[in-house]
């Protein structure tokens, strides 16, 4: 038992000594698919006061795409047994809600689970899915044979003309999905016309998750939403010579979702500034590679100083240019690297000498330049149990002391 003056205490001590945030990752840092890592359970336990509150800002930031929020708060209340908000709660295309350019344009999406409803909440008026493309042509799908109508379809109510394609995450059905994204990127988004491959501007395509590979409840990590992104491209390229732009690659590790979560942080913190924000993942190139580069970004951002300067970070491929609009941003972003999903200690670490496993290490998308840098985390410890003892260490901030 801890007595009530040693929870004021602890409460006092923290909100009045340097403010840290956490940013959790969620597949193999807290889940492994849809069991509890033990260690989650006894970590979250030392964030928590007596009435569980989190003593820190927490946010769950995950690639995950295919529910809403809400939904996802839920799911991780339940299974970690702590009271989490949908505010707490990133997932890859959560910054889309942010994209009002788009919100009015007529959309194509594809991924998993209720699409349209997500692509709705968040801001987008005109949805069509690629169940609803593929039933009003249904020539279009021809892979599977015994699916070929025997007869022409009779004309459908037309869908209007796509303006562009938004990629929440790895779909069901690769082969058709990648069929008719094809179709109506060559066809300026009538997929009902002859493929063009000249076309002299290609439609905005939004991609949502670009991890190759995650970690579940096989012994050996999964195909991410990114190994179909990469299908994607090749059939592209092979089509037109060109390679497939895209207009935004959002989730981790995207400077936009790191700028999204220390939004949520802030909120939580009363819209007081950050000290530290502490990244937790199990991923080097996603979690470990966007902290790092949003702790690059940070730190220019302060170094800048002028409010209309603009500032370019290197590492997403691109270069991608900021203004500092954000006064009250943290002060820097600390990643921490666990050991319980893709990452495996066996494996050499990035610019270790003979490395045989670096292929696998390092996989990432495509437009991801590859800085060692930023694949080099600032700690590495076996579980997130340990970087909370970690963070509780450099914070001062007594977590499950008693007195």
Not at 289 to 312: C, F, I
Request: charged content about 20%; some cysteine.
């Amino acid at each position: 038992m801890w007595s009530r003056s040693f929870w004021q205490q602890l409460v006092r001590r923290a909100s009045t000594s340097s403010q840290a945030g956490i940013l959790f990752d969620v597949d193999g840092v807290l889940l492994r698919g849809g069991s509890v890592i033990p260690a989650a359970q006894r970590a979250l336990r030392k964030l928590v006061d007596q009435n569980h509150n989190f003593l820190f800002p927490v946010v769950f930031v995950t690639n995950a795409g295919s529910c809403q929020r809400q939904q996802k708060a839920q799911q991780l209340s339940h299974l970690l047994d702590v009271q989490i908000t949908p505010e707490q709660v990133v997932l890859s295309h959560s910054p889309l809600r942010m994209m009002t350019t788009f919100h009015d344009k007529c959309v194509l999406v594809s991924g998993q689970g209720p699409v349209s409803h997500i692509a709705h909440d968040l801001g987008f008026q005109k949805v069509v899915t690629i169940e609803q493309l593929s039933e009003q042509h249904p020539l279009l799908d021809m892979v599977e044979h015994i699916q070929r109508p025997p007869t022409p379809p009779s004309p459908l109510q037309s869908l209007p003309q796509i303006q562009a394609i938004i990629l929440f995450g790895e779909p069901i059905r690769w082969e058709t999905n990648l069929q008719l994204l094809i179709d109506v990127l060559l066809t300026n988004g009538r997929p009902d016309c002859v493929y063009d491959t000249r076309l002299p501007k290609q439609l905005p395509v939004l991609a949502c998750n670009m991890d190759l590979l995650w970690m579940a409840d096989a012994p050996s990590p999964r195909f991410g939403h990114g190994m179909f992104l990469l299908c994607l491209e090749s059939v592209y390229k092979k089509l037109t010579g060109r390679e497939l732009h895209y207009e935004a690659l959002l989730g981790k590790p995207s400077l936009q979702t790191y700028q999204y979560a220390e939004q949520l942080l802030r909120q939580q913190n009363n819209n007081r500034k950050l000290s530290t924000i502490y990244a937790i993942g199990d991923n080097l190139m996603t979690d470990i590679y966007g902290a790092n580069l949003y702790n690059r970004y940070l730190a220019q951002q302060h170094e800048a100083m002028t409010p209309s300067a603009k500032l370019v970070v290197q590492g997403a491929g691109s270069q991608v240019a900021v203004a500092e609009e954000e006064v009250a941003s943290a002060v820097k972003c600390c990643s921490i690297l666990v050991c319980t999903g893709v990452y495996n200690p066996r494996f050499l670490k990035p610019g270790d000498q003979n490395s045989g496993s670096s292929e696998m290490v390092l996989s990432s998308h495509r437009d991801l330049k590859l800085d060692l840098d930023l694949v080099e985390p600032n700690h590495v410890v076996e579980d997130v149990e340990a970087a909370i003892d970690l963070l509780q260490r450099e914070t001062s901030v007594p977590l499950l002391t008693p007195v």
